[in-house]
Nanobody, 124 residues
Framework: QVQLVESGGGLVQAGGSLRLSCVAS????????MGWFRQAPGKEREFVAR????????YYADSVKGRFTISIDNAKNTVYLQMSSLKSEDTAVYYC?????????????????WGQGTQVTVSS
């Protein structure tokens, strides 16, 4: 089992920045991909970014490309999401997730473990 704990959410003005952190514990060696998803009220959970633990390879949703950066510190079992130039439409609960496979890693169903989420609110 893998436990994920997110932190770093909060209230920020449009154009501002936030850095989310996700600390993983447990059998983290079984996971291959770490991802960030978000869910706004009344909307489905959507993919934001992912990173491959072994290579550091990354992939982003078009809506955040150029503004968000995902990174990983394997020694600390921590994944980060640096968010810049935030917009009101970025307001959502952000979830960290871990997958044991590399199949279809932009889909929520590909992930085996989830954190509890952290709220990000961007005021315009």
């Amino acid at each position: 089992q893998v436990q994920l704990v997110e932190s770093g959410g909060g209230l920020v003005q449009a154009g501002g920045s936030l850095r989310l952190s996700c600390v993983a514990s447990g059998t983290t060696g079984t996971t291959t991909i770490m991802g960030w998803f978000r869910q706004a009220p009344g909307k489905e959970r959507e993919f934001v970014a992912r990173i491959r633990r072994s290579s550091g390879g990354t992939y982003y949703a078009d809506s955040v490309k150029g503004r968000f950066t995902i990174s990983i510190d394997n020694a600390k079992n921590t994944v980060y999401l640096q968010m810049s130039s935030l917009k009101s439409e970025d307001t959502a609960v952000y979830y960290c997730a871990a997958s044991r496979t590399i199949l279809r890693p932009s889909l929520p169903t590909a992930y085996d473990y989830w954190g509890q989420g952290t709220q990000v609110t961007v005021s315009s």
